[in-house]
């Protein structure tokens, strides 16, 4: 397995432009401050677009103080450094661009893998305030001060690659575009994330059996201390192993990885994340995290690997290995890159719960943001050869010992928490199971907010301390620390809770069931002759509520009423007598809650669904294990360690679902015998309540009932689950933001939601359609030409830290300069690297046109890891000597001439429509002219930025009626005033 080069990932800049504007030609540069929502700009008279006068005073004297302010530092530094350039102009107008941003100290600023910008939380906000962990959906989430410095640092990329003249030659050198290459790509990362996660599930079976298997002997043989002892010691070591990986090794392990997949698909560059060393470090991760035993499961990491294998094998090439085969070139752009890698999440998930059909759902419903029917087809392929590859081999293993005929795929094997008995649906069963779906939606909101609280202490913890080998270190004892808290509970928990007979007594039995044993003769037939016991077998239970009597006559001859799964565990209660496979007695004991934690988390929620067991677990069991499961998984989730919340959520769900079922048990009376009231059985309860709680925490809908129909095979109850997940939704939406939407929040990873949601400061929902796409655009921008200087271009990537720049070419017809294209960042920064700008003779007026291919010039075939720090000196020397000021680069045959533009007065819905549907990270705003006038970039158009600017516009001249716009007699006679100004200019 290979992985991938990052697509675009340089922190050369942020694609943001905003600040004041400049009319161009093809030798004057332009600038702008940073952020024109904090600064205002200097030269306000110059702009080639009118702004916005209201009558509001105190604005505009504001305004003119914050100008003099301006100009008299830029006088200053004029004096300072006059002598260097004997041209005045030249230095105002690089002293413009100088004081717009800082691309020299972000260019110098290259993250490691082990680094990463870390916001501080805002000290002012109170447990409940609004907008942060407290928000419904229709809230949009508010970022500190220091939360927007980081989400500013995030790039975007392109859904398309650029439409350039250079691109369409690599286009032509292509082979036929042919579908049997992509169908071949889509069968080896099924094939691949399969066995990855025939690996994965052997290693946990092996750990978790050696564990429990040894606990349980020291336990007969020893005692319970020693078996605490085993326990502690063994879960601690493979949990210091996981979090030392992640903490010292590899930090973007961490986690699920479920939100950097999802902010990556969404179009933000997400670095460190898929690549090599990622995977190899999430692997080792996640098998010693849920082998320790710790509270979480290995379905999330199994995505986000299945996203690594997905990029990695469509690129035939590895950075890290510093390897390129020449197989399936024409993959290597951003386009078809985010599709291979969509279609290893869906494998991911297939692999991880053997459903293929879940699989594809997940991805379409909540990682990918771009969709066709043929991209569908292939993706539901390679997740079919996911299934088949892993279902197929661990059928047969068994922690790698064989164990059936290969090639036999057995129900219990391959379908994941497959329930015995079928069981029919009643229409009064649509009533618990929308109280379920309260809970759920109740207890997922707590258990997203408890969690975002945890991280955001850790956070703010962690970021007090100044040394970072503390702070790693710190990291790294919290998962053994955890670790040890639940081992103990593990062992000593069930010590609290009585052994229970696992058969009914005959009518000549004295004996009793006690904590200690199980003591006397005990058959079920008049002859002591022995019975084989299957892996099936269930076992009629005793109620020890009763007295013997009423419980020798309850037991019934068909053993259908009182029933206990025979994977129940033994703890340090007696076990049946078995020989050879042969049960030689019937004096089996076992423990509730050793049954629900001395085991791996698929063993426990099987346990938990089993059917016609009605009396396996008591109120006390189910309510003691409750709590301190939630409170330990959600401090566990967001660790140093690679791990999952997928088992978690099933198991906590499936908790309180039992008790409810147990509940309807007792309002019924006991076991019902009527055929009519057979769905009162909490096996089916805890069914739906897991799949209430799945649904309360990640708000999925169709993939998550696809999944838990395909996990259980259960197809009965397919719409009480469906009834349980849209009211945990519902529930859940009016309290806080989805779980992973949540972490992407709190990471600060910019994402763009497929339906923006906005309010005025009234709380009234606005609609966009009302407004237009100059309220929210960044203006005015700096452009280039198609043909610019090199000392320009290095000074605009030194000084600025904008992701590209449009491109406007003079056009004589119209007199004036019109949008002609657009240039990212990282192309300026690779023409500029290119032998041919470094090389050229220094003849003033001279003009290169550097010959690049498509891969060269979209970085693809450079390894940029000192890309950054070696560029600086580059530029600097491009800025140091006068000659590259009269030494152009033609740009024209790199200009992406297919980048999207619209009119200022386009509809703002439409516009975000556009933005997400196309992928963009650049949207240009042109006048009816083709004049650039603006700009639109991806966090121009996040929710909160939205509503920020539109109360904005309406403070300066605009007044907001219930969505409707109306301009002010003010701005309209601005408008003419500016739009006379700028025609007697041109």
Known sequence: MTDPAEPEKTPLGSETQSGHYESVNESVAQSHPTDVDD???????????????????????????????????????????????????????????MSEGKGKE????????????????????????????????YTNHRYTEREREVLESHDSFDYLPSHSTTYKRWLIRQPARLDWDRWLTMGLIGVTIGCVGILLHQFLLLLSAT????????????????????????????????????????????????????????????????????????????????GSGLPVGPEGPMIHMGSIVGTGISQFRS??????????????????????????????????????VGGLLFAMEEVSSFWTMKLGWMIFFCCMLATFTADIVNSSFDAFHFKASFGLFQPEKFIVLKVGDSISVNVLMFLPAACLGVIGGLLGAVFTISNLKIARLRRRLLSRIRKPIVSKFLR??????????????????????????????????????????????????????????????VYVHIDESRSMKERVESCPEDGVEYKVDSHVQHYWCQKPTI????????????????????????????????????????????????????????????????????????????????????????????IPKDPFWHWIDPGAMALIGSASFFGGVSRLTVSLTVIMIEITNDVDFLLPIMVSIMVSKWVGDYITHPLYHSQLELKCIPFLDSEPVVYNDRHQILNLELFKARDVMQSPVITISPRESVAHLAHLLLETTHGGFPVAKYFGEFSCEVAYGLLTRLELCTILRHEHVQKCQLHPGSVIVPQMTYEQVSGSERDDADRSSSLVPLLEKYLSNPVYDSIYVDLDAFVNRSAPR????????????????LGLRHLVVVDMVNRVVGIITRKDLMGFNLEERLERRKRRGYSVIGGMQKTLPSEELSSTAQHRETSERI
């Open 476 to 537: 790294f004892v919290e998962p053994p620390i955890i670790m040890v808290i639940w081992s103990t509970i593990t062992v000593f928990l069930p010590s609290a809770f009585p052994c229970r007979a696992m058969v009914c007594p005959s009518p000549n039995t004295t004996s009793s069931a006690s904590r200690g044993g199980f003591s006397g003769d005990l058959n079920i037939s008049s002859s002591s002759s022995s019975f084989p016991v299957a892996e099936s077998v």
């Open 579 to 670: 020989s050879n496979g042969v049960q030689m007695n019937d004096d089996g004991q076992y423990n509730e809650v050793a049954s629900l934690l001395n085991v791996n988390g698929h063993r426990a929620l099987q346990l938990l669904y089993s059917r016609r067991t009605h009396f396996q677990f008591n109120y006390a069991c189910l309510v003691s294990v409750l709590p301190v499961y939630f409170v330990l998984a959600c401090w566990t989730a967001g660790s140093a360690v690679a791990s999952g919340i997928v088992v978690p959520m099933l198991f906590i769900g499936g908790l309180y679902g039992r008790m409810i079922g147990r509940l309807l048990v007792d309002i019924h009376g006991g």
């Open 211 to 290: 564990k429990w298997e040894t606990a349980e002997r020291l336990m007969h043989e020893h005692g319970l201390m020693t078996a605490w002892l085993w326990v502690v010691g063994y879960s601690v070591i493979f949990a210091a192993f996981s979090s030392a990986s992640v903490a010292f090794v590899y930090p973007p392990s961490g986690g699920s990885g479920i939100p950097e997949v999802i902010g990556f698909l969404n179009g933000t560059v997400m670095r460190h994340v898929l690549n090599l060393p990622a995977f190899c470090v999430k692997f080792v991760s996640c098998i010693c995290a849920v």
């Open 902 to 917: 619209i009119d200022e007065e386009f509809s703002l819905h439409r516009t975000y429509i556009i933005f997400r549907t």
């Open 39 to 97: 600064h205002v700009t200097a030269n306000r008279a110059q702009s080639s677009r009118h702004v916005n006068v209201t009558h509001d005073r105190s604005w505009e004297e504001e305004e003119e103080e914050e100008e003099e302010q301006e100009e008299e530092e830029q006088g200053k530094k004029i004096a300072a450094i006059g002598t260097k350039y004997s041209d005045t102009e030249t230095v105002r107008r690089r002293l413009r661009v």
């Open 106 to 137: 972000r260019m110098k600023r290259v993250l490691r893998p082990d680094q990463e910008l870390v916001p501080e939380d805002d000290a002012r906000s109170t447990f409940f305030a609004k907008g942060r962990d407290f928000a419904s959906v």
């Open 319 to 356: 950075k890290t290995l510093r390897f390129t085969l020449p197989f399936f070139a024409r993959f290597r752009n951003s386009e078809d890159r985010r599709n291979f890698t969509t279609a290893g999440a869906a494998a991911g998930v297939a692999a991880a719960f053997g459903a293929p």
